[in-house]
């Protein structure tokens, strides 16, 4: 009976202890792991950054660890211990799209993270270089089934979710263009700059300054509605009937086994900074503001899964590879 006393002591300080500890987090800086390079999702980290920090009284890091398609940067963190100060900023394209593509990804997305909030969600583009002689998606379309082979498209990577679309556009739409992979949406950026991609997908909000500084031609908006100040474009499903998209977003997760009250805390501070007026004025350029629980990220991703996973075997039984 001591024992037994003795036991049920000790577990009720370990429980105490882990409140107590609950309670003072954070007691140092906060990681966000990004697992791309700069210029892509970790824009919306960079503009949310002063104001967590705030909430959580402690400094928040915004580190880039891009490769492989944004595997390497994920996995780092699902290895990391679950204690609030090692998370990830990521896409759909990393961890809805990438592992239904790739046999590569080192997680599993339900099973290795703890979804923390939906930050945002961008709709996606369709761009060109501005000297492809080309005004329309539909003059596009022409002009690639004129020139077989000869266009290029680009892509975050291969599995991403713009590679998806890349692929199920050049197979709705008939054409053979070849697909060139980049490490992110910077590179990709880069090449469409120097006339040396004809072809961009991305993300509105990746693709705004290149469209403000009149470097590339904007065909589309599609899978979302068109942030304002945006040139109208139709959706690519106006012109090409069987193309199918889905909701790119951008949230906020820790590793699998995350305490429910350190989780909540960083919920807490992660809604009130991306609603804060400043930091929603801003994002809303380019997308638009969600922030939700975690119960209700958790779902999304689920329910986003598995329709990703039939858009991927339709393209797949059309004969559409996703190996380069």
């Given at each position: 009976?001591?024992?037994?006393?003795?036991?049920?002591?000790?577990?009720?300080c370990i429980g105490m202890s882990c409140a107590a500890l609950a309670?003072?987090?954070?007691?140092?800086?906060?990681?966000?792991?990004?697992?791309?390079?700069?210029?892509?999702?970790?824009?919306?980290?960079?503009?949310?950054?002063k104001r967590l920090s705030e909430e959580l009284g402690q400094p928040v890091i915004v580190e880039n660890r891009p490769g492989a398609n944004g595997f390497i940067g994920a996995g780092y963190v699902a290895r990391s211990?679950?204690?609030g100060y090692t998370l990830l900023g990521s896409t759909s394209s990393n961890l809805v799209v990438g592992p239904l593509i790739s046999k590569s990804a080192p997680f599993d997305t339900l099973k290795d993270f703890t979804p923390i909030t939906l930050l945002f969600a961008t709709p996606n583009v369709l761009l060109v270089r501005p000297s492809l002689p080309v005004k329309s998606l539909k003059e596009l379309v022409d002009h690639a089934k004129l020139n077989p082979g000869k266009l290029s498209y680009g892509s975050s990577g291969v599995g991403s979710g713009q590679h998806l679309d890349g692929?199920?556009?050049?197979?709705?739409?008939?054409?053979?263009?070849?697909?060139?992979?980049?490490?992110?949406?910077?590179?990709?950026?880069?090449?469409l700059m120097a006339d040396e991609l004809d072809i961009g997908f991305m993300t509105a909000q990746s693709a705004a300054p290149l469209l403000a500084s009149g470097k590339a031609r904007l065909l589309s908006v599609y899978?979302?509605?068109?942030?304002?100040?945006?040139?109208?474009?139709?959706?690519?499903?106006?012109?090409?009937?069987?193309?199918?998209?889905?909701?790119?977003?951008?949230?906020l997760f820790g590793p699998a086994r995350l305490s429910r009250s350190v989780l909540m805390r960083l919920n807490l501070a992660a809604i009130n900074a991306v609603r804060s007026p400043e930091v929603k004025s801003k994002l809303e350029e380019s997308g638009t503001v969600y922030a939700n629980s975690p119960e209700e990220f958790a779902a999304l991703i689920r329910s986003s899964i598995?329709?990703?996973?039939?858009?991927?075997?339709a393209a797949r039984a059309g004969g559409v590879s996703f190996e380069d």
């Open positions: 009976m001591c024992n037994f006393r003795s036991l049920i002591a000790f577990v009720g309670q003072g987090f954070p007691a140092k800086p906060v990681r966000i792991v990004v697992p791309f390079p700069p210029g892509g999702a970790d824009v919306t980290f960079r503009l949310i950054q211990t679950p204690d692929e199920t556009f050049k197979r709705t739409a008939g054409l053979n263009i070849v697909h060139i992979p980049y490490k992110g949406f910077g590179p990709l950026i880069q090449s899978a979302g509605k068109a942030p304002a100040g945006f040139p109208r474009a139709p959706e690519v499903s106006e012109v090409v009937k069987e193309f199918y998209s889905r909701l790119a977003f951008i949230g598995e329709s990703t996973a039939h858009a991927v075997a």
